[in-house]
C-alpha cells in the first residue's frame, strides 16, 4: 500500500498506482539532496528571492531554487510526468527535519508551475507533518483552497486585485509584470484563471517548458 493517504475523488480513481509510483520516484531523487535542518522562517524568506527567479529561465532558476530549498529543510525536485497520474505537484515530509517538494511539467508553462511550486510550499508552511499532499486540478479540501490562495497572492499580491481587472491589453501585462517583479506568462495564467481574458489571448507571454535529456 502506498505511504500516503490520496483525498477522496474522483480524480484519483483507478490511478492510485502510477501517483504512487510517480511520488516514489521524487522521494529516491530526494534523498539524494543534502538540506539542513528544516527553518520554517528561513524556508519562507526564501520564497521571496525565488518568486524573482520567475522572470529567468530554468538554467537560471532550477539550480538557483534547489540550492535555496536545500539551505531551508526542503528537497526540491523534478519527476517527468507518468501516464495515468494526473498529478501537479506534491508535497511530503520526508523525516521531522526534512521536507520535500516534488514536480513535474504539466501544462508545460511557467504560469502552471510557478503555481504548483508555491502551492506546494504553502503545504510545506502550513499543515501537518504527518500528512502527504499530491495534487491534481480537482478541489474538494480546504486545505488545497489555502495552499491556491497562498500561491496566488505570494505571487500577485492581494492589494493588486483591483489593478488586475483592468489588466486587458498585451501592453498593460507586460507593464504591470514588470512592476511588481513576476514573469508576465504568470500574470496571464491568472487573468485567463480568473475570466478577465480568453484563454487565447497573450499565451505568447507564457515561458514553455519541456524536458531534455542529460
Known sequence: MPQFAFRKSPAFEGKKGAM????????????????????KATFRASLDEIRTLTMTGPDQFVPR????CAISGVAVV??????????SGAAKWLTPSKAMICLNLRG?????????????????L??????????????????EYQANQFAASLLIPTNYDQELRGLTTYAAVVGFAR??????????????????????QFNGLKQHLQWVED
Open 20 to 39: 504512487a509510483t510517480w511520488l516514489r520516484l521524487g522521494e529516491l531523487e530526494a534523498q539524494k539532496i543534502e538540506c539542513r535542518p528544516f527553518d
Open 65 to 68: 531554487m534547489i540550492e535555496l
Open 78 to 87: 523534478l519527476v517527468p510526468e507518468i501516464k495515468g497520474a494526473p498529478v
Open 108 to 124: 508545460k508553462s511557467n504560469d502552471r508551475f510557478w503555481f504548483a511550486f508555491f502551492h506546494e510550499a504553502g503545504h510545506i
Open 126 to 143: 502550513n499543515d501537518s507533518k504527518k500528512e502527504s499532499f499530491v495534487d491534481v486540478d480537482y478541489q474538494d479540501d480546504p486545505r
Open 179 to 200: 512592476r511588481i517583479g513576476i514573469a508576465p506568462g504568470i500574470v496571464v495564467g491568472r487573468l485567463q484563471r480568473e475570466g478577465v481574458i480568453e484563454y487565447r
